[in-house]
């Protein structure tokens, strides 16, 4: 039983009386349980063998450690799937937004963050070109084509996405390399004041990094597919970024923001139709219509005129609105 498995897990950490509070659970297999009135504040991560793997979790988080605050490593037994870490608390971003001057503050301190943590040394899988189209043939090929469609994507449809998607991320392959979060948004950001410069920021979910254009990321942030943010906001942040590395040609990265945005928002809209009708969750349908919104909006753009002429092609009307 594994509820076995993580009373002897906690019991050898000195866990054994700690209460037990479940915390919400995200869009992965994982679960996370909140532990009272043990030796010191602390999470169990609890990800099953055989549908998480907390290993790259753990190489990212020692990794990590030395540039931005991610949560200390108590203890963990891999094979198992169990991990105990320190408690950041309850106070994401997310949470604190609402107020602009706050919430200027806080993506800057988010943004300053961000470039650092694009520094980090790192041998990682790449998200490149093939990795951001498969990652979204995954979703919008597999599962919203045929729940949109009844029918299942033709190769001969598949074989001019590929074409489309590669034309469009060409321009990556040009510019800036480095350590990328793939989820760097509010949900996954902690606001830690008591600690100083880059490091107010905790990072979480980062076991999907790899090496990639930093543009993801900021696009990630500020064009976020759970809450609708200004768009002053999204001004700041990008502009904040570009200062925070002045290396970097401003008109590409924005350009790229545009190809990042085309692919990351095509791939979450029909990642929600996956969560629905494969994982049961059928609560996060809710965010497709700001999905596609943005889709749209970065379709507008030149720099992601292939996607935009595949769509027209295929989709010319792009309503989604039936599909659940």
Known sequence: MREDLIDRFLAAQGFAGARREVLAQDASFRRY?????????ALLMDAPPGREDVRPFLRLAALLAGHVSVPEII???????????????DTLIAGRLGDAESDAALFDAAIDTLAALHRAPADLP??????????????????????????????ELRADFAAAMAALLAPLASGPRGFVHRDYFVGNLFWLPERAGLRRIGLIDFQDAGIGHPAYDVVSLVEDARRDLPESLRARAIARYLARRPELDAAAFRDACVICAAQRHLRVAALWVRLARRDGKPAYLAHAPRCWAMLRRALAQPAAAPLAAFLARHLPDLDVGAVR
Do not use: K, Q
């Open 33 to 41: 349980l909140r532990l009272h009135h043990g030796p010191r504040p």
């Open 75 to 89: 203890a963990a037994e891999p094979p198992a799937g169990l991990v105990l870490l320190e408690d950041f608390g």
């Open 126 to 155: 790449p998200w490149d070109a093939g990795a951001m189209t498969r990652a979204t043939a995954a979703t919008f090929l597999d599962w919203w084509w045929p729940a949109a469609t009844n029918a299942a994507a033709t190769p």
